[in-house]
């Protein structure tokens, strides 16, 4: 901290007020001739005219000095005194307020962390000085800046009031790109971080300029749900799945209940603690669609509402509905083993679903019929013609590597499989070209791949690319075992086996009719109208309050989702007290944001002094005024 210094000299040049204010002293009084009736007031004549006279030392004036103190601290005042807080001063600023889940937690005073930045704003706003500019820019899973720089007091603290958390958790990465683009027509050198810490302590991201690191007061206890999921459990019901996390040091107990349109359906009491998190299992008898809601009551104090309330919506039980062309009678039988499918084929097209859940196919007119996933046997995809070619071998060939980890391949053995069919790739081409082209590889031959996969949209598409009657693969213990794996994984897609609770933040829309308008409503007056179009994905849109989001068109029935926070990380209010990005750390700053203290409010308190002390002594009756 240095002593003090001046926003502005333009404002010195009226200390030579002071002269014509000292010369009015050195006039010569014009005094009139009057009788007196004593001579004793001659000397006191004598005296004044002395003093009056050009050039002589004159008779000490309390008077003129009040009147000069005045005249010094308004001057002064008007200059912008102030004790500089740090040895540079910073004229663009740009300040980073973390709005995320966490910042909603509420301390013993009832304060949440984002009102105790707002406070720390609000004060650091109040004292800029002309000339220095601050950014203010939220942050949360994105970031967007809500002022540009501007020493401009009511926008800045209007900008501060509009400041409200957002049920996301925090990522930083945004909001530096966005400080990264500002610097390049606007010179920063540093940049302040307001956060409760809750963020991740590593960051991609190179700094081209330094960070405060501000980290806020944590929130103390608090409890909440960090995991919603339903799990299939016969042809009756399900077993619905619930995490309760905490992060207190000792056992802390709550309350879960289950809830729908109904009224309670369950509860259970459960103790929480750091250490010990609790996973509830309740079962639920239901066959047909249902929304059910999850409900966290602790007998403590919590600090964040927000992660006590989750949903989840439970389809109706039905069978997988499986395309199988004519020709494909390996994968057919290998099908009747497995229950709860419900085969289709050319033949009965009378029958079939508005969309398959899985379809088998070495067909290219199979095309004409929607499904989820689609396996295709001995096709090379239209996109990759020019770089992968299917050609026959007399010798054939092997597969010599696969992903075991695949949820595709798992326990399946690739190795003893021989196909008279040998993808090959073309030459000058290699991993990364299918990879660019946004493909899989799930199996290697020595010639190419030979097991591709790909999402187009809201499609899961396979390649197998040698055709299964011209290889020893359906003789093959793994064959059986690669078909039970594709039911599994079309019965996840299709939510017949597994389903989870929407998380907040991107919220994936599906079963939307192409063509028609949608209006979502949803938290705080959100609302947003789409559509999907022909052969496009399914929108998404930003659900960054928990609660209900309505989707409602002319032509199709409400839907209703539920959206939760459902994250371990915020619910624990876990703190970072170091940013590691890529070349340094960031440490959490030591002291909080020095700022530069204005002092032209004292200075214009001693000028008003001085104007009343002024006033009484000129005021005064004139038989006691003292001699000077």
């Known amino acids: 901290m240095s002593w003090l210094n001046f926003s502005t000299l333009a404002n010195a040049w009226l200390f030579l007020l002071a002269l014509p204010l000292i010369l009015f002293y050195f006039l010569k009084l014009r005094r009139p001739h009057k009788e007196v009736s004593s001579l004793v007031l001659w000397q006191q004549v004598m005296d004044d005219q002395r003093v009056n006279s050009p050039f002589q030392k004159f008779k000490?004036?309390?008077?003129?000095?009040?009147?000069?103190?005045?005249?010094?601290?308004?001057?002064?005042?008007?200059?912008?005194?102030?004790?500089?807080?740090?040895?540079?001063?910073?004229?663009?600023?740009?300040?980073?307020?973390?709005?995320?889940?966490?910042?909603?937690?509420?301390?013993?005073?009832?304060?949440?962390?984002?009102?105790?930045?707002?406070?720390e704003l609000k004060d650091f706003i109040n004292?800029?000085?002309?000339?220095?500019?601050?950014?203010?820019i939220s942050f949360h899973s994105t970031?967007?800046?809500?002022?540009?720089?501007?020493?401009?007091?009511?926008?800045?603290?209007?900008?501060?009031?509009?400041?409200?958390?957002?049920?996301?958790?925090?990522?930083?990465?945004?909001?530096?790109?966005?400080?990264?683009?500002?610097?390049?027509?606007?010179?920063?050198?540093?940049?302040?971080?307001?956060s409760d810490g809750n963020l991740p302590n590593k960051t991609d991201f190179e700094l081209p300029f330094s960070i405060n690191y501000q980290k806020l007061p944590t929130a103390s206890f608090n409890i909440g749900i960090t995991e919603c999921n339903a799990r299939r459990?016969?042809?009756?019901?399900?077993?619905?799945?619930?995490?309760?996390?905490?992060?207190?040091?000792?056992?802390?107990?709550a309350k879960v209940e289950i809830w729908n349109g109904l009224g309670k359906v369950a509860e259970d009491t459960v103790l929480v603690s750091k250490e010990l998190p609790q996973r509830v299992n309740f079962r639920l008898n239901v066959d047909i669609e249902a929304s059910f809601q999850v409900k966290l009551i602790s007998d403590g104090k919590d600090s964040l509402e927000v992660d006590n309330y989750a949903s989840i919506k439970i389809p109706k039980i039905r069978k997988l509905q499986v395309f199988v062309s004519e020709?494909?009678?390996?994968?057919?039988?290998?099908?009747?083993?497995?229950?709860?499918?419900?085969?289709?084929?050319?033949?009965?097209?009378a029958d079939h679903p508005p969309e398959f859940d899985l379809l088998f196919t070495d067909k290219t007119s199979d095309d004409k019929y929607p499904s989820k996933i689609r396996f295709n046997i001995g096709l090379v995809p239209e996109d990759l013609k020019s770089?992968?070619?299917?050609?026959?071998?007399?010798?054939?060939?092997?597969?010599?590597?696969?992903?075991?980890?695949s949820t595709l391949l798992q326990h399946v053995n690739l190795g003893e499989v021989i196909s008279t069919d040998v993808p090959t790739t073309a030459e000058g081409s290699g991993s990364e070209t299918y990879e660019e082209a946004g493909y899989e590889i799930f199996a290697h031959s020595t010639t190419g791949p030979v097991l591709l996969g790909k999402r187009d949209n809201s499609q899961l598409n396979y390649y197998l690319l040698f055709h299964t009657d011209r290889s020893t693969f359906p003789y093959r213990v793994g064959f059986p075992v690669l078909v039970n794996n594709l039911v599994q994984i079309a019965m996840q897609e299709a939510s017949l086996t597994e389903v989870h609770g929407e998380k907040t933040g991107a919220l994936v829309l599906n079963k939307l009719i192409p063509g028609v308008e949608y209006i979502v409503s949803g938290p705080n007056g959100f609302s947003q109208t789409i559509k999907k179009e022909e052969d496009s994905s399914s929108p998404i849109i930003s659900a960054l309050k928990a609660g209900e989001y309505r989707i409602k068109s002319d032509s199709d029935e409400t839907k209703i989702i539920g959206v939760s926070?459902?994250?371990?990380?915020?619910?624990?209010?876990?703190?970072?007290?170091?940013i590691q990005f890529s070349e340094l750390s960031v440490d959490v700053a030591k002291e909080k944001i020095k700022k530069d203290q204005p002092t032209w409010k004292y200075f214009a308190f001693f000028g008003f002094l001085f104007l009343i002390v002024e006033w009484w002594y000129f005021q005064r009756r004139p038989g006691r005024r003292l001699a000077t």
């Open 60 to 119: 000490k004036n309390l008077l003129l000095l009040l009147q000069l103190l005045l005249l010094c601290s308004l001057i002064l005042a008007s200059m912008q005194p102030f004790i500089q807080a740090s040895s540079e001063q910073e004229d663009s600023l740009p300040i980073l307020i973390d709005c995320s889940a966490s910042m909603g937690s509420i301390d013993s005073s009832g304060k949440s962390r984002l009102d105790v930045a707002k406070d």
């Open 127 to 136: 004292k800029l000085l002309p000339g220095q500019r601050i950014s203010l």
């Open 143 to 194: 970031a967007r800046r809500l002022t540009e720089f501007t020493d401009n007091k009511r926008v800045l603290l209007k900008a501060v009031d509009s400041l409200e958390t957002v049920d996301v958790p925090g990522k930083l990465e945004d909001a530096l790109r966005l400080c990264e683009a500002m610097s390049r027509v606007t010179t920063i050198k540093t940049v302040y971080l307001l």
């Open 233 to 253: 459990a016969n042809e009756e019901g399900w077993d619905l799945f619930i995490r309760v996390e905490g992060n207190s040091d000792v056992p802390v107990s």
């Open 327 to 349: 020709d494909l009678t390996g994968f057919r039988h290998a099908l009747n083993g497995i229950s709860g499918l419900v085969f289709h084929s050319e033949k009965n097209e």
């Open 387 to 405: 770089t992968l070619n299917i050609e026959t071998g007399d010798s054939g060939v092997e597969i010599i590597d696969w992903l075991r980890n």
């Open 565 to 578: 926070l459902l994250n371990s990380h915020e619910t624990l209010l876990k703190t970072v007290e170091s």
